[in-house]
């Protein structure tokens, strides 16, 4: 059993990350739920709701996790160019774990770290090409 976890420790990031998604799902079900009962309350005693809590209906329900999936809580640039360097560092912890073969697997260090360059490069494409078609 003690070789399992030795074996599969990084299987606790994915399964975090799960974790996470599933909490933040039911945060924003929760969110959406309140607000439609808020709205109910307006329309049942006759007003008109704001249209700052109409506009939160708008919205995907996931919409708040899909803007800070890999970047920070505003999204946008800033996320994108933290994802690039973090991509960026992640690549280059790798590139040498697997040039000084740590722990003799130099091989899955160096697949972990073409995975990290691709996801760099992708973050710094969309950083570049994604703000002219923005406007």
Do not use: C, H
């Not at 808020?38 to 995907?60: F, N």
């Amino acid at each position: 059993m003690e070789d399992l976890f030795r074996s599969y420790w990084w299987l606790l990031f994915p399964l975090a990350w799960f974790v996470s998604q599933g909490v933040s799902s039911v945060l924003n079900y929760r969110r959406q739920r309140e607000t439609l009962r808020l709205i109910e309350t307006y329309a049942k005693s006759g007003q008109q709701p704001p249209e700052a809590l109409l506009k939160v209906l708008d919205r995907p329900i996931d919409a708040d996790t899909e803007s800070r999936a890999y970047g920070a809580p505003s999204g946008g640039r800033e996320g994108s160019l933290f994802s690039l360097v973090l991509f960026g560092l992640l690549a280059a912890g790798f590139g040498y774990a697997s040039y000084a073969d740590i722990y003799g697997a130099g091989d899955a260090f160096l697949i972990v770290s073409f995975v990290m360059g691709a996801l760099a490069v992708a973050t710094a494409v969309t950083l570049i090409f994604g703000r002219s078609r923005r406007g």
